[in-house]
């Protein structure tokens, strides 16, 4: 499982914040997207939750569809449009 991630040693949403990613969400039902709240996420979730945790329980916050992210150094681009969005999560089973 962790040999996805190996190459990029970006594996908790603290990890992404202190290396300065962003981390940008796409619904894949009704399309909307924006870069996710990373800060209110660890406030939230605590800096070691990890991405494939985080993929699992993310739902739209808008029609509850899985969404998919993608990461991008934030100090390389600007930033797409778009407010940040809340992650919702989905419940564990
Ligand atoms: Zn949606």
């Not at 993608?70 to 390389?76: C, F």
């Amino acid at each position: 499982m962790a040999d996805k991630y190996a190459a990029v040693h970006l594996n908790t949403i603290g990890q992404i914040a202190e290396h300065g990613y962003a981390l940008r969400m796409d619904c894949r039902s009704c399309g909307k997207g924006a870069d996710v709240d990373l800060d209110s996420l660890i406030a939230r979730l605590g800096a070691e939750f990890t991405l494939p945790e985080l993929r699992r329980h993310a739902a739209c916050p808008h029609c509850g569809g899985a969404v998919g992210f993608s990461m991008r150094l934030a100090a390389a681009g600007t930033k797409p449009d778009g407010h940040p969005m809340a992650i919702r999560l989905k419940p564990r089973r």
